[in-house]
Each structure stands twice: as C-alpha cells, then as structure tokens.
C-alpha cells in the first residue's frame, strides 16, 4: 500500500508554463528526497530535506526548486518549464535520524513532459 | 566516498532461468546498509530487501535470494526459476549514517529481461 503519494501521476505541458509536482507522505518522516530519471536509467537526487524548512539541493544540478513547510508534503516547483525537464521525478521519504536501517520509500513518480 | 556498482547493464534470460545480478559496494564506514530495489515498466521503485553490514547470513524469500560477502563488498540477487514477470531494473543501494540521518548512494541499475 502506498503511504507517499505523487500528483499528478502525467503530465504533459508546454514550454515556459510554472509547475508544481506534488509529494506527500504519511509516515511521518523526516527526511523526504526528489530524485529525477528517465525510464529504467540512473536516479539522480536533485533536492533533499532533513526537516520542516530545511531543504538541500542534492547531487545533480537542477532549476527546480522545493519547499518543506510540514512535515508530511515536499512539493517541487519548476517555474518555467523547458523539453530538458522531461523526465520522471520520484519522491521519496525515510524515517531519517535515528533510523538509518530505513528504506527508502517511494512514490509512484510523476512522468513530465514539456513539449 | 561511497559508490555502488551493477556492472551488467543488461541481462536477457529466458524463462525458468536462474539470473544473478551482481552489486558491488565501496564504503569506508564500518556500519552501513545495502538495498536492492525493483523498478518494473510501471515506473515506481518497489523495495526487496535490506540487510546491515554485521549481518553476512544469506537471505532466501521465495524464489529470490541474496548473497552478502563482506570480504569482496559484494551483495548479488539471484533469482531462481526465472518469471516474464521478474523483467524489471533492478537497483542496489548503500546508506550510511551521516549527520542527519542517512545517506542513499544507488547503483546505475540492471536491466533484465525474461523472454518467455
């Protein structure tokens, strides 16, 4: 059963339009994480958060952005959207400080694609 | 720096095959944790199994079984009996403890796929 939910599941969308793609979780876990990848290829993580209003930027390079305002919702916002940014964005949480033996649970993942 | 390696890119069985998909780690720290995820054509990441490095039992669910070997860093996933159902990637991950928590390296995947 999923308890980290992903909206919306496509999206299809023209050049320089602003999106937000939507992550929330109910576990209640610290650490929430955006990783980007294009089907069946590499993850890369571009966004990371330790907590409420704490976010990090992650391995990869991105021009989204991600905010941390409750504990349990990680949205990530691109503000004008270009064909590069297509791709599929997975969300994912884990339980963080004092449970490193956590997995990582994700998302069923946004598929976008900027036309 | 932590690093994970599937060195098959991909694999091509056919059905009722045994499959093995290698995973190899480097870390430094002495306490630390391996993963192995399933990625079917559906998109989402389903976890399989994870296991600490103090613990070198091998570990058998059904017709998947893992193969920890601290000595060579190695943590290969054989499927036994192959199943067109299995074809997935296939992801294996280290996380160690870091300031905040936890810190996930994943490997580039394994691709397989099971002709019927």
């Known amino acids: 059963e999923a308890d980290i939910y992903q909206t919306p599941r496509y999206l299809v969308i023209g050049t320089g339009k602003k999106i937000t793609l939507e992550c929330s979780q109910t576990?209640?876990?610290?650490?929430m994480y955006w990783y980007q990848q294009d089907p069946g290829m590499e993850l890369h993580l571009i966004h990371y958060?330790?907590?409420?209003?704490?976010?990090e930027k992650g391995d990869l390079s991105s021009e989204s952005t991600v905010s941390r305002i409750r504990t349990e919702h990680f949205p990530l916002t691109l503000e004008s959207a270009r064909p590069s940014h297509t791709s599929q964005y997975l969300c994912?949480?884990?339980?963080?400080?004092?449970?490193?033996?956590?997995?990582?649970?994700f998302g069923n993942g946004t598929r976008l694609t900027v036309t | 720096a932590q690093k994970v390696t599937q060195a098959q890119t991909e694999i091509s069985v056919v059905e009722k095959e045994d499959v093995t998909l290698d995973c190899v780690y480097e870390?430094?720290?002495?306490?630390?944790?391996l993963f192995w995820y399933k990625q079917p054509p559906s998109g989402e990441l389903v976890f399989l199994i994870r296991?600490?490095?103090?613990?070198?039992q091998n570990e058998i669910s059904g017709r998947y079984s893992w193969n920890f070997q601290k000595s060579t860093s190695s943590f290969n996933f054989t499927i036994t009996a192959s199943q067109v159902v299995d074809s997935a990637v296939y992801f294996c991950?280290?996380?160690?403890?870091?300031?905040?928590?936890?810190?996930?390296?994943f490997g580039p995947g394994t691709r397989l796929s099971v002709l019927p």
């Open positions: 991950a280290l996380s160690e403890r870091d300031n905040y928590g936890q810190n996930f390296v």
């Open positions: 296991r600490n490095s103090f613990d070198e």
């Open positions: 994912a949480s884990s339980e963080g400080w004092d449970s490193p033996y956590s997995p990582l649970h």
């Open positions: 958060s330790y907590g409420v209003n704490s976010t």
């Open positions: 576990m209640g876990h610290d650490k």
């Open positions: 870390t430094r720290d002495t306490t630390y944790y």
